[in-house]
């Protein structure tokens, strides 16, 4: 099946209406992902903080965002696929729940194991919301411009939750403590549980094939132990023998799911879904771009506050700019993709992160840097905004609805490694070089080679000899 997504839609220009028990829906489903997002982002800066209170030890604090990562990203395939056999709406709610009284927990934690135990079951709730809210969105709003809408509009708050947490959790910390973090995330949880049940549509596969467990096993230790290798050496290095342990035994994993998977009756994992051009290259494009831009905020974060000795609250207000300029390219993004087809939409962003990536390197210790740093981080985040939602577009385009929930899982999980290898990969470089700004722009230089490139590897991947991008398998010409 052949899907032209490069030619210009004419409907797709004009902005879909949506009724009000869709705005409604809407509004339900990207509440939770905001939610979610900002759950990534609010406690870092009130990590030092946290530590003093909790009596957690400087090494310790890592934990507190492994603790959320390893379940949020470990099972989200599984959850993914549970949610298509027995009802994306039930684990949702499931999951609302869960994070929700987590996030109590974590608020009112006595002492370190309370509060870890808080933020896993945080992101085991996260890991049951993200999949099978996308999934509910993606069946809710048919393929097309409405659909383009949604997802534009999901991205955009997936961007902002990260970047509006940054700004949120300095200034609750200063103000209220580290708990008020937690509780922000708790109040969330309080408004959208209420509304969810009455306005969802429950959905599910007409069938219900047995669960997959040989393969639920193998790719959830999988990603569970990439994801804990990856998250142990962006502060400890890769020579620690549990991070290489780990990384043996994740690789290792995962080879075994893709042979468990090829000879199951009912795959967690349809791999020829995965041979799919849109679905493979789409994903390349979203792993790239998540990666990246994750790596950017890191190392401009070092260079902001250890360089130019901006304060916490300073460093900021830099990201406010970029989160307000990525809302902005939310307005406009389905109607982007739909005069440019997703593939291009999606190429296109990913080389304008990468040409405003390559800005970064004329920063130096000069005091006007911070204007420069302003503005190329914030123009790169408006195209890091489009590659998310042009990546979703083009991953779920032709996918029926009983497979929503895996594609949605895929682009979900890319979204979680993504902000999860960036750092231990790159951001590395820059903390353990003997001069800070020699390794910013190391990382920066290398950034902006990974994301050129992917952009090149993208727009040849996904193009074909009749222009359209295919939904059909890789091998297939």
Request: with cysteine; charged share 10%; proline share 5%.
């Amino acid at each position: 099946m052949a899907i032209d997504t490069t030619s210009p839609v004419p409907d797709a220009l004009d902005t879909p209406r949506l009724s009000t028990r869709d705005k409604l829906v809407l509004f339900v489903l990207c509440a939770a992902q905001f939610m979610v997002a900002l759950d990534f982002s609010v406690l870092n800066v009130a990590l030092p903080v946290l530590g003093a209170d909790l009596g957690m030890s400087p090494s310790a604090l890592q934990w507190a965002v492994t603790a959320f990562a390893l379940p949020s990203g470990g099972f989200l395939l599984l959850f993914g696929r549970v949610g298509d056999l027995y009802g994306r709406r039930k684990l949702f709610l499931t999951g609302l729940a869960l994070f929700g009284a987590a996030s109590v927990l974590a608020t009112f934690a006595w002492d370190p194991a309370s509060f870890l135990a808080g933020r896993a079951l945080q992101g085991l709730g996260a890991a049951a919301i993200v999949p099978t809210g996308m999934s509910l969105l993606t069946t809710t709003f048919p393929e097309g411009p409405a659909r383009d809408r949604a997802l534009g509009i999901s991205g955009t708050l997936l961007s902002l939750g990260f970047t509006v947490g940054m700004v949120a959790g300095g200034t609750l910390t200063d103000t209220l403590g580290w708990r008020s973090t937690m509780g922000l995330l708790s109040l969330f949880a309080l408004i959208v549980l209420p509304l969810a049940p009455a306005l969802l549509p429950e959905s599910r596969t007409p069938d219900r094939p047995r669960l997959d467990v040989p393969g639920a096993i193998t790719v959830t230790g999988g990603l569970l132990s990439l994801i804990y290798a990856l998250s142990t050496a962006a502060d400890h290095g890769f020579a620690r023998a549990d991070v290489i342990t780990a990384l043996i035994a994740g690789v290792l994993l995962l080879a075994a799911f893709v042979t468990v998977e090829s000879r199951s009756e009912a795959p967690l994992v349809s791999l020829p879904m995965l041979r799919r051009r849109t679905v493979a290259w789409g994903n390349i494009g979203g792993l790239v771009t998540f990666s990246m831009m994750s790596t950017v905020v890191f190392a401009l974060t070092l260079y902001l506050q250890e360089v130019l000795h901006l304060s916490a609250f300073e460093t900021g207000l830099v990201f406010g700019v970029q989160g307000v300029l990525s809302a902005v390219a939310g307005t406009y993004a389905a109607r982007v993709i739909g005069r440019f087809g997703p593939r291009r939409t999606l190429v296109g962003s990913l080389a304008g992160q990468g040409a405003l990536t390559a800005a970064l390197l004329g920063l130096d210790t000069a005091s006007w840097s911070v204007w420069l740093a302003t503005a190329a981080v914030s123009l790169a985040s408006m195209c890091h905004l489009g590659a998310i939602i042009s990546y979703g577009v083009t991953v779920t385009s032709g996918v029926p609805d009983a497979e929503q929930g895996l594609a949605t899982g895929l682009v979900t999980s890319t979204q979680q490694v993504g902000i999860t290898v960036g750092i231990p990969l790159l951001g590395v470089l820059a903390t353990t070089s003997n001069d800070l700004m020699s390794g910013v722009h190391t990382v920066l230089a290398l950034d902006t080679v990974i994301v050129l490139a992917a952009a090149v590897l993208v727009a040849v991947g996904l193009r074909t000899r009749s222009g359209a991008v295919e939904a059909e398998p890789l091998g297939a010409r």
